[in-house]
């Protein structure tokens, strides 16, 4: 990724917007399409396994995995203000010992040592110019399950994708939404040995679940 779409992250998902997705969490639980894969993910099966959250925001994936019975987990997330806010709310709550921090852009920072049994990207693959260098590393660092939510390539998100662009570029922030070919992105999942599980559609999202 480049450094201009980090510190576009840093720009974009700030403290502000951070403590507002928390509040609307706190009321209403998961996005529907978090939910969706939440519900697919606990059909498999999380007690006693570990797992990678990539690009988790306020952090609905790892309070859910946590409760399900995921023994630890880890959270590698580029902005600040979003790992500070679910740091804080983990350890409020006593999960923080369950899950390890780390700051900064996955592709950089990520290690073997972060390799786990489900490995989760939630809307993160459209924050990524470099699609492959992501699907590559994350899905090779997955050991039974791979769970992605990432708009679909059709004409509509293409066209639409100007537009969202507008917001970042209206605050002069460098960061840009991408939307890359489902195609290029399952090759890659499956040239990792996967096999896909699930799968399910919203007007803009796609929902697909991998295992081994
Ligand atoms: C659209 S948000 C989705 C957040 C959360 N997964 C959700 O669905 O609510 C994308 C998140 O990915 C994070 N992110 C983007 N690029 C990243 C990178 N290179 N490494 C780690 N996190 C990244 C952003 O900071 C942001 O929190």
């Known amino acids: 990724m480049g450094c201009c779409q980090c510190q576009g992250i840093e720009n974009i998902f700030d403290e502000k917007s951070a403590r507002k997705e928390l509040k609307r969490y706190l009321k209403k639980g998961p996005t529907k399409t978090t939910g969706l894969l939440l519900n697919a993910i606990h059909k498999l099966g999380v007690n006693g396994l570990s797992f990678l959250d990539i690009g988790g925001g306020i952090g609905?994936?790892?309070?859910?995995?946590?409760?399900?019975?995921?023994?630890?987990g880890t959270s590698i997330e580029a902005s600040s203000a979003y790992i500070?806010?679910?740091?804080?709310?983990?350890?409020?709550t006593g999960l923080a010992?369950?899950?390890?921090?780390?700051?900064g852009?996955?592709?950089?920072?990520?290690?073997?040592?972060?390799?786990?049994d489900i490995v989760t990207l939630d809307k993160v693959i459209c924050c990524y110019d470099e699609m492959t260098q992501l699907v590559e590393?994350?899905?090779?660092?997955?050991?039974?399950?791979?769970?992605?939510?990432?708009?679909r390539d059709e004409w509509w998100t293409k066209l639409a994708r100007?537009?969202?662009?507008?917001?970042?570029?209206?605050?002069?922030?460098?960061?840009?939404?991408?939307?890359?070919?489902?195609?290029?992105?399952?090759?890659?999942?499956?040239?990792h040995g996967f096999t896909k599980q699930y799968y399910a559609t919203t007007f803009v999202w796609q929902?697909?679940?991998f295992t081994k």
């Open 97 to 103: 010992k369950k899950v390890t921090f780390k700051l």
């Open 60 to 72: 609905a994936i790892q309070y859910d995995l946590i409760k399900e019975g995921a023994s630890n």
């Open 207 to 209: 929902i697909a679940i």
């Open 162 to 191: 100007p537009i969202l662009n507008l917001y970042p570029k209206l605050r002069g922030s460098p960061f840009r939404v991408f939307i890359h070919p489902t195609k290029n992105v399952e090759e890659i999942i499956f040239k």
């Open 137 to 151: 590393l994350s899905s090779k660092l997955a050991r039974k399950i791979y769970a992605v939510i990432y708009p």
């Open 84 to 92: 500070n806010v679910v740091k804080s709310k983990m350890n409020q």
């Open 105 to 116: 852009d996955f592709t950089t920072i990520a290690t073997e040592e972060d390799a786990a």
